[in-house]
């Protein structure tokens, strides 16, 4: 009777620890998370162009319309 008191108390306490656990990470958000937030934000504000990219862009694609000629 003793070894069965035992074994039931070790088998509830398995049952309880195993789903607190379970339930502890149920709604616990990815570390992973707050860094795709930010990926998502810079990704959605553009950078600004400065003045100079915009001169060597425009170059580019003259030099492209003249190769095409």
Known sequence: ???LLTVI???MFAAVSASAF???HV???M???AKA???VEKKAAPKKATAKKVEKK???KDEKKADKK
Do not use: L
Request: aromatic share 0%; hydrophobic share 40%.
């Open 9 to 11: 108390a070790a088998a």
């Open 1 to 3: 009777m003793n070894k």
């Open 37 to 39: 937030e930010k990926k």
């Open 58 to 60: 425009a170059e580019k």
């Open 31 to 33: 570390k992973d998370g």
């Open 27 to 29: 709604g616990a958000p």
């Open 22 to 24: 379970a339930a502890s």
